[in-house]
């Protein structure tokens, strides 16, 4: 097993769209479900999306539903999160972490990465 590397955070204004990648260098990833995390400083991780290994099947959390896109390149060992109409006033650490299979809680996620940070602001 390794660590997840994300990337393509940054400075978004509001309405504006991100996104973002993560692998684990070394690691297939086709056989694992696949989730998208964030925090904010201070408060709990909170699960954004995941996507399944075995049908593709897809989640989001409420907050994001209709703004966030969950996908998968198996080929190239990477799953994206395609953000649109960013919320204003909210800067987190998106971070990738690995799962048998989406719908079950954070502590059942291992590989988990460093995280890159989204900043939404004008």
């Known amino acids: 097993q390794g660590q997840f590397v994300e990337s393509g955070g940054g400075l978004v204004q509001p309405g504006g769209s991100l996104s973002l990648s993560c692998t684990v260098p070394?690691?297939?990833?086709?056989?694992?479900?696949i989730g998208w995390f964030r925090q904010v400083p201070g408060k709990e991780r909170e699960g954004v999306s995941c996507?399944?290994?075995?049908?593709?099947?897809?989640y989001y959390a409420d907050s994001v539903k209709g703004r966030f896109t969950i996908s998968r390149d198996n080929a190239k060992n990477t799953v994206y999160v395609q953000m649109n109409n960013l919320k204003p006033g909210v800067t987190a650490v998106y971070s990738c972490?690995?799962?048998?299979?989406?719908?079950?809680?954070?502590?059942?996620?291992?590989?988990w990465g460093q995280g890159t940070q989204v900043t939404v602001s004008s």
């Open positions: 972490a690995a799962s048998k299979r989406c719908g079950v809680g954070v502590p059942h996620f291992w590989m």
């Open positions: 070394g690691f297939t990833l086709d056989s694992l479900a």
């Open positions: 996507i399944n290994s075995s049908d593709g099947s897809t």
